[in-house]
């Protein structure tokens, strides 16, 4: 089955730092999501981004399709971004299904 | 709107018994799913329902069954609970097969 791989897998950055996290899939997929999972454990939508640019405030993404990967940039980091961000692509092929990486877990320190 | 909603929030357990955990949304979408999520681990999908009146496996769907009991309700059975089923289980809907998916707030189950 299709592999996700995101880097790095923990994160400690000060308030105010930038940083870009990483996505690598195996095949071509439907679409890539990206999540925020809080330190209570509630999983929040990011970007709905099979493709090209979006940007959401402090936060953006790019999905390069054609290479199969996806970036997600946070600027001007604050403790509440704390928590754990997940990749999840869709396979295609019929029977589409939402695969998840194994997250990176981000820690930002006053 | 509620968005995606989930009972119980938590549930202890002891190996054998069953259980059902119940899932609810209020978007209007065709398609619900159930996923588990281990320690340390991203969400692996184990049943879910493309539209009302059907249902399909996911990636782990061994030790469960599902219910579409209508377009908004879509529940997940342990039939003789197992300490390896200990997990937090999200809910989640999408309009579409491959459209945005909108996550509960989880049920965390531990089995003894």
């Known amino acids: 089955g299709i592999q996700v791989e995101q880097s790095p897998p923990d994160l400690i950055l000060q308030e105010g730092a930038n940083s870009t996290l990483r996505c690598n899939f195996s095949?071509?997929?439907?679409?890539l999501q990206w999540f925020h999972q809080n330190p209570w454990g509630q999983l929040i939508n990011l970007f709905y981004i099979p493709s090209g640019t979006k940007q959401n405030g402090r936060l953006s993404a790019t999905t390069v399709a054609t290479e199969r990967y996806s970036l997600l940039y946070i600027s001007s980091s604050q403790t509440t971004d704390s928590g754990v961000y997940f990749c999840a692509v869709l396979t295609q092929g019929g029977s589409e299904k939402l695969v998840f990486g194994k997250g990176t877990k981000l820690t930002v320190n006053p | 709107n509620a968005g995606v909603t989930q009972t119980p929030k938590f549930q202890v357990l002891k190996t054998g018994q069953s259980m059902t955990l119940q899932c609810a949304q209020d978007m209007n979408h065709n398609s619900m799913y159930w996923y588990r999520q281990d320690p340390g681990m991203g969400l692996r999908l184990i049943y879910y329902?493309?539209?009302?009146?059907?249902?399909d496996k996911g990636e782990v769907p061994n030790g469960y069954n599902v219910s579409r009991l209508n377009k908004r309700e879509f529940s997940l059975r342990l039939e003789s609970a197992a300490p390896s089923q200990t997990s937090v289980y999200f809910c989640?809907?999408?309009?579409?097969?491959?459209?945005?998916?909108?996550f509960g707030p989880g049920t965390r189950l531990t089995v003894l």
């Open positions: 329902s493309a539209s009302e009146g059907t249902t």
């Open positions: 095949d071509s997929v439907n679409n």
């Open positions: 989640a809907s999408s309009l579409g097969r491959t459209d945005t998916q909108y």
